[in-house]
């Protein structure tokens, strides 16, 4: 079946710190990729997708290429800020017709001023 | 502003008790969904909906019933609450578009402890 793993957090930075947040998936043919956040008291809102192979997804400075040959979806950004403390969700949606997403567990950002 | 959105924010109900989530969404979407969301365990569907009056188990629909009677309104049942019930419940929906392309749009949560 299909799945997302994601890197175990808190990840916990200073402001203006470069992030990383790994995530990689298992899925046949041709999965679309979907990076969510979620800030305390919300429901998750959409950050950024991407539907085809080396596709850049990018919004609010984040930024996550569909990597197929790592089977990747890192998520970067250059300069975190403390707003961007949130817990950050990787998801797929498998092609075939399939409308149910596959959730990775998430992973909480903390950053400090 | 298209939403979704929750009826409660906050329940906390005792033991037995029958509770009713509902869930409201005006972007006309097909598809709509109930998740539980617990620490360290993430997003746990529990029931999916695709259509009026069609439902289709998620990965843990043990204690719980939905009810789709229109396209815009999801209700999540507890027949009888128990304390590992105790949760927050995210209600979600899509639309049917491009295959494989589609974005759930949540709503705030509905925090439910049980007693």
């Known amino acids: 079946g299909n799945s997302v793993t994601q890197m175990e957090g808190p990840v916990t930075l200073s402001e203006e710190a470069f992030l990383t947040i790994n995530c990689t998936y298992t899925a046949t043919g041709y999965p679309s990729l979907f990076w969510y956040v979620q800030y305390p008291g919300e429901g998750l809102q959409l950050l950024l997708k991407?539907?085809?192979?080396?596709d850049k997804g990018s919004n609010k400075g984040f930024e996550a290429t569909y990597r197929k040959e790592t089977t990747s979806f890192h998520l970067e950004k250059g300069s975190v800020q403390v707003s961007d403390s949130a817990v950050y969700f990787c998801?797929?949606?498998?092609?075939?017709?399939?409308?149910?997403?596959?959730f990775g567990r998430g992973t909480s950002l903390i950053v400090h001023p | 502003d298209v939403k979704v959105t929750q009826s409660s924010r906050y329940l906390v109900k005792r033991t037995g008790e029958k509770v009713f989530l509902e869930c409201v969404q005006d972007m006309d979407h097909e598809n709509m969904f109930w998740y539980r969301q617990d620490p360290g365990l993430g997003l746990r569907l529990i029931y999916f909906?695709?259509?009026?009056?069609?439902?289709e188990k998620g990965d843990i629909p043990e204690g719980y019933s939905v009810s789709r009677e229109k396209k815009e309104r999801f209700s999540l049942i507890l027949e009888s609450a128990s304390t590992n019930q105790t949760s927050m419940y995210l209600c979600a929906s899509s639309s049917q578009g491009a295959t494989g392309a589609n974005v759930l749009t949540f709503g705030a949560g509905s925090r439910l402890t049980v007693l």
């Open positions: 909906s695709y259509d009026v009056k069609m439902k």
């Open positions: 991407a539907t085809k192979a080396d």
């Open positions: 998801a797929l949606t498998a092609s075939g017709g399939s409308y149910i997403p596959t």
